[in-house]
C-alpha cells in the first residue's frame, strides 16, 4: 500500500482488519511506504504490517525486504 496522502493509520488498518475478516492476514505480505513519520511506522508494526519504507528508500531495500517477507511467510 502507497500513502502520501497522511491516512496510513486509518487505511492500514482498515486493510489489516479485512484480511482477518477473510482469513488471509496469515498468508500474504503486507508492506506500505510513504511519507510515514517513525512513530507511526512503530504502529503500523503493531497493527500487522510486515515492513513500512519511508519516502526516499530505494528498490533494492523494498525488494530486498519483499524477498524475505515472502520467504517467511
Avoid at 511519507?35 to 519511508?54: C, H, Q, S, V
Avoid at 533494492?60 to 517477507?69: V, Y
Wanted: net charge negative; glycine share 10%; proline share 3%.
Amino acid at each position: 500500500m502507497s500513502s502520501l496522502g497522511g491516512a496510513h493509520l486509518q487505511l492500514g488498518r482498515e486493510l489489516i482488519s479485512e484480511a482477518e475478516k477473510e482469513g488471509i492476514k496469515d498468508n500474504k505480505a503486507y508492506i506500505i511506504g510513504g511519507a510515514i513519520p517513525p512513530d507511526d511506522a512503530l504502529k503500523l508494526k503493531e497493527m500487522g504490517f510486515d515492513d513500512i519504507f519511508a519516502s526516499g528508500a530505494t528498490k533494492e531495500e523494498i525488494i530486498s525486504s519483499i524477498n524475505k517477507i515472502v520467504d517467511k511467510k
